[in-house]
């Protein structure tokens, strides 16, 4: 069992809707989660974190977090076609950080 | 600040060849990591240092590879020799007291 699993997608939606990103870990120690964004060629780039179960939100982001449920999420308001890109969910436990495969986002306009 | 930075952010090389890719973390970031990022696996921890002392190499694939990190400013992945199927996005990270991780631009290197 991989430590993060996430829906490869892709993940369509038309421009302005919310975009869902779903992540599952494994491990019930795991105590910081973060999301990246990764543009195609280029490295992953830190969007969110969340270290506490509910909600943060940052401009057009929300992270949610459920950690007796083992799950992250990730939900872009209003979304532009530059949001589309792949999203990896990442979960740091045992000084590692542990990256999902990613989920390709692409948003139509 | 400036960022991780990497270098050489492209190499091509043919089977058998030596391979050193650099790193130069974050300023004051204490903890270093290197990932390899392919289609078919995703981003893969190779080896991670703290406080510029390697602490795990598990991910490390073969004794092919080695990393150093001789001080808190530079680090160093090589292959030696290198092979086609280590054709990948090597990618350097650092982060303070292991919080957010932030990336380099990667080397992308081609095994001919």
């Known amino acids: ?109 | 600040d400036a960022g991780v930075i990497q270098s050489p952010r492209h190499e091509v090389t043919e089977m058998g060849q030596e391979v050193t890719l650099r790193c130069k973390p974050i300023s004051g970031h204490n903890s270093l990591f290197w990932y390899r990022q392919t289609m078919m696996r995703g981003l893969e921890l190779l080896i991670y240092f703290n406080n510029n002392v390697p602490i795990d190499d598990s991910g490390m694939p073969e004794d092919r590879f080695s990393a150093k990190m001789p001080n808190a400013s530079f680090s160093t992945l090589k292959i030696q020799p290198s092979e086609p199927r280590d054709s990948a996005v090597y990618f350097c990270a650092s982060s303070r007291d292991r919080a957010e991780l932030f990336f380099g631009e990667g080397s992308r290197l081609t095994v001919l």
């Not at chain 1, 997608?9 to 779903?22: D, H, K, M």
């Not at chain 1, 992540?23 to 105590?31: A, I």
């Not at chain 1, 543009?39 to 830190?46: C, F, I, Q, T």
């Open chain 1, 1 to 109: 069992q991989k430590e993060v699993e996430q829906n490869s997608g892709p993940l369509s939606v038309p421009e302005g809707a919310i975009a869902s990103l779903n992540c599952t870990y494994s491990d019930r120690g795991s105590q910081s989660f973060f999301w990246y964004r990764q543009y195609s060629g280029k490295s992953p780039e830190l969007i969110m974190s969340i270290y506490s179960n509910g909600d943060k939100e940052d401009g057009r982001f929300t992270a949610q977090l459920n950690k007796a449920s083992q799950y992250v999420s990730l939900l872009i308001r209003d979304s532009q076609p530059s949001d589309s890109a792949t999203y990896l969910c990442a979960v740091h436990n045992f000084n590692k950080f542990y990256f999902g495969s990613g989920t390709k986002l692409n948003v139509k306009p």
